[in-house]
């Protein structure tokens, strides 16, 4: 086999199906799905949830991850904190003409062995060539289709003292995939979070009552996508600076590099809203996980109709959190 | 509102979602699927089908479509083909920063006025930004999500004397795109055939029987799309190059340029095979239709048991057509 990808890799013809044969369909199986055509799917349910995700990380190699990891567990999140159980996936790959064709099995590796953890699976496939210079490396989309399962879910119904929690500590992929960069001069001692969440998302579904809301704070971090939920449903919420779950490291690469944690990227923790009386329920499930050990309220809802996050510093000083604004950096995810 | 594309687009924040709601929701609407998370539906059966194709092609406007349309039609005939309903659609935007906005929105237009002309929704979607220079201009993505109905479908069942019909002119899509790109120094008098054909199969395979199998002859264009067939079912097949549909402007560019015709990228038209006492009822239907008043029968189906494509001379003789092996373009879909 050759050792690069060529143009002719995506033209179609002898040298597509032989790709598609040799890279693809040895690492993700046959089944019964035909892997790069339309593929015939039976469902458990008329309720379905699907989502899509395009990923253009750099590099695409990185400690904790790479973008076929990631590729899996971004979209399987998607579908986790939506409340839904996720059980297919397709795969479309835009690959630069000379992309190393190991590289591109090691993507594909890490992809099966992802689908494979979290009980997904990859049911069609697309593969596109671009000349040299027309992308770079390699794009992967992914979507996915999830079943909603009768009284599993998130009631979207809020009430004043709802806790808000996250299931780890913040800004780990972000600072990890900076770091991996190495155009800022800074080694990073971090490993990206990036990880599955549905196999412990569903148990909080099964074994508790009261969940309002499940997200996963990706692009524009843990900030951004709690202003998106007080915006949505019309919330003041609030967040205790000081027990916001930071590792040292990151507050270290932070403060050196002038990024609020607050606002980087996570690609494998959830926040999740929940009734007061059941956090301790919730996190007792999340600290069993690995993924979920650092588990811990960070906050609350103090009250319904106006869509605002507050902060609230260890001195009790309360500042307005807002989405991001300006990018902090191209390409995390 | 800005009049490119930059990387805070992408970034997850306040530009990003200001996007999606100036661009996006502005163009597709935003019903009661979340547009850009994971969206819940509910489908009519429990059989599905599932496909993805990533749209890479160059240029994003040519005469007959653009990017947008083709990313639509392109993958409900994928859907089509299989004998499934074309119901959803996902979009996944990987975009370069720099890009105008007129363009994605003329783009986007595009993609709203197919999915409407063509009944699908589009429920769920994705824009990432990277760097310019890391890809060119906009690839989209679309996954798209159909229903098998009971009593639809192809048999995939073959017998000696089926019929090969396809649904009109071959390789207009290639010469038009060849032709757009400008670089050949050429002018090409052709508009791609980029067209969806979901409505007029549906009415195939609901007022017909003995449809054994449907495809779309894109990349690899008809050759490669039926020694496909051939080599998968085990089938002996014959074309009879008199009866190829084919423009005479097609011809005159491929005769000047070296090109085959049975090689050239096709994006509205169908290959259906068919029990020969039925083709004539077929060939009726399509020819009621703009996008198959050329069908016409090409071939038929000479043995079962080898997988071979034979192509017939007007003189009578015969010879082997193998699976496109080589680029012709890159970058045609």
Redesign the interface.
């Known amino acids: 086999m050759e050792k690069y990808i060529?143009?002719?890799h995506?033209?179609?013809?002898?040298?597509?199906?032989r790709l598609i044969r040799d890279v693809f369909i040895e690492a993700f199986g046959d089944s019964n799905a035909s892997l790069f055509?339309?593929?015939?799917?039976?469902?458990?349910s008329?309720?379905?949830?699907?989502?899509?995700?395009?990923?253009?990380i750099k590099p695409i190699f990185f400690p904790g991850g790479s973008i076929g990891k990631l590729a899996v567990a971004g979209t399987v999140n998607?579908?986790a904190?939506?409340g839904?159980k996720p059980a297919?996936l397709?795969?479309?790959?835009?690959i630069e003409?000379g992309f190393p064709i190991s590289d591109l099995k090691q993507i594909v590796s890490d992809m099966a062995n992802e689908a494979k953890k979290t009980g997904v699976s990859i049911?069609?496939?697309?593969?596109?060539?671009?000349?040299r210079?027309?992308?770079?490396g390699v794009?992967i989309?992914t979507?996915?289709?999830?079943i909603?399962e009768p009284g599993m879910g998130c009631s979207l119904q809020f009430e004043e003292g709802d806790a808000i929690i996250v299931s780890g500590t913040i800004g780990d992929h972000g600072v990890a995939v900076i770091g991996a960069r190495g155009d800022l001069g800074v080694t990073v001692p971090i490993q990206s979070d990036c990880a599955s969440l549905n196999i412990m998302l569903e148990e909080v579904l099964r074994e508790t009552n009261g969940v309002r809301i499940m997200r996963d704070p990706?692009?524009?971090?843990l900030a951004?996508t709690i202003v998106?939920i007080a915006e949505d449903f019309h919330l003041t919420m609030k967040l205790n600076e000081s027990s916001l779950p930071i590792k040292s490291e990151v507050h270290g690469v932070c403060d050196l590099l002038g990024f609020d944690p607050l606002?980087l990227?996570n690609e494998g923790k959830a926040i999740i809203i929940v009734a007061n009386q059941e956090k301790d329920k919730v996190l007792e499930i999340l600290r069993k996980c690995p993924e979920g050990r650092d588990a811990v309220v960070i906050g609350s809802v103090i009250a319904k109709g106006k869509g605002q996050l507050l902060l609230e510093t260890p001195l009790g000083s309360k500042r307005l959190l807002?989405?991001?604004?300006?990018?902090?950096?191209?390409?995390?995810?």
């Open positions: 060529s143009l002719a995506g033209d179609g013809g002898e040298r597509s199906h055509d339309a593929a015939a799917i039976t469902m458990s008329h309720k379905i949830a699907v989502t899509t995700d395009s990923f253009v998607d579908l904190v939506s839904a297919f397709t795969c479309g790959f835009v003409e049911v069609a496939g697309d593969t596109k060539v671009v000349e210079g027309s992308a770079d794009f989309n979507t996915g289709i999830g909603y990706t692009r524009g971090g951004t998106e606002y990227a807002t989405r991001l604004s300006g990018t902090m950096f191209p390409r995390i995810c």
